[in-house]
């Protein structure tokens, strides 16, 4: 596709790449401010992943700009959007989304690392233990979340993107189009 046909793409007024984190939140957070007042919004990212936490930090306030200035925002992936930066995508309904051609998607499922050392009145072990199960189930929920959110108007159902996680689900970019995640390829 020629982006002769989304002129605006062309020309981000967001640019970002590299690791989702809190330098990358400072950085969008300064761009955003310096977008003008009216019109679209282009953000281009490329990133192997990061902090899904930030990413759904960066997503809220695309939701939150969307809703209170009904403000247009179109997100275009390029090159690699993996992890985190998928997060960050499911902020943006599917005909907002755009990819370069040969970009890769990534999605996978949220890890944890965590040594649980049982020591200490027996009590206070099973609130421990309790305490990390309840952790990871939370972490559950919020993944799901953000799975539901990046298939929501696509052709890809829930239980495919579930299946498909724990494996590291990579999608080239015209298949990402043909599964309807994203508008188009330019």
């Known amino acids: ?48 992943g990061g902090d899904p936490e930030v990413a759904r930090t960066m997503a809220d306030d695309i939701r939150l700009l969307t809703e209170h200035d009904g403000r247009e925002i179109l997100f275009l992936g390029k090159v690699a959007v993996y992890s985190a930066g998928a997060t960050f995508m499911s902020a943006f309904p599917v005909e ?16 944890i690392q965590k040594q649980l050392n049982i020591n200490g009145p027996l009590r206070m072990c099973v609130a421990s233990i309790k305490a990390a199960l309840h952790e990871i189930e939370h972490s559950i929920l919020i993944e799901e979340e953000g799975f539901r959110d990046l298939v929501k108007g696509s052709r890809v159902d829930f239980d495919t993107l579930r299946e498909k996680a724990p494996s590291n689900w990579y999608i080239e970019a015209e298949e990402a189009r043909d599964l309807g995640l994203v508008l188009d390829v330019i």
């Open 96 to 111: 907002r989304r755009f990819l370069t051609r040969h970009t890769r998607l990534m999605i996978h499922e949220r890890t």
């Open 1 to 48: 596709m020629s982006i002769t046909r989304y002129p605006l793409l062309a020309r981000p007024h967001i640019r970002l790449s590299g690791t989702v984190d809190q330098a990358m939140y400072a950085t969008f957070r300064q761009m955003l401010d310096t977008c003008p007042n009216e019109g679209t919004i282009v953000i281009a990212m490329t990133t192997l």
